[in-house]
């Protein structure tokens, strides 16, 4: 499916495919899509692109199951840490309790 995507497929083709080889609902593949859209990952196309052509055989050996997106934030707070202003002058790295959050 991602291969699809950015290759430049559109969502409504790649649910049908989905749904014709049995391997998701339509309705389940265009909202993991629109899941993908909503984290950021894949901005849709302002304007349609002619049809590509895009092998679904793949879609054929994929378990069953729903496509899951899973994010992982526990570097988040660490990430967002200002080295240069938040500096402890007696341990030098910036501090903050991770597990206030």
Do not use: N, Y
């Not at 559109?10 to 495919?17: F, L």
């Not at 997106?69 to 910036?94: F, N």
């Amino acid at each position: 499916m991602w291969e699809a995507l950015v290759r430049g497929v559109s969502p409504d083709r790649i649910a049908t495919a989905c749904a014709e080889t049995g391997v998701l609902q339509a309705k389940e593949a265009l909202d993991f899509i629109q899941q993908l859209v909503s984290a950021e990952l894949l901005v849709l196309a302002t304007e349609p692109r002619s049809e590509i052509e895009f092998d679904t055989s793949a879609f054929r050996s994929v378990k069953e199951g729903k496509p899951e997106l899973k994010t992982h934030s526990d570097l988040h707070g660490l990430i967002e840490l200002d080295p240069i202003h938040e500096v402890d002058p007696a341990q030098g790295w910036p501090m903050q309790d991770l597990h206030e959050t």
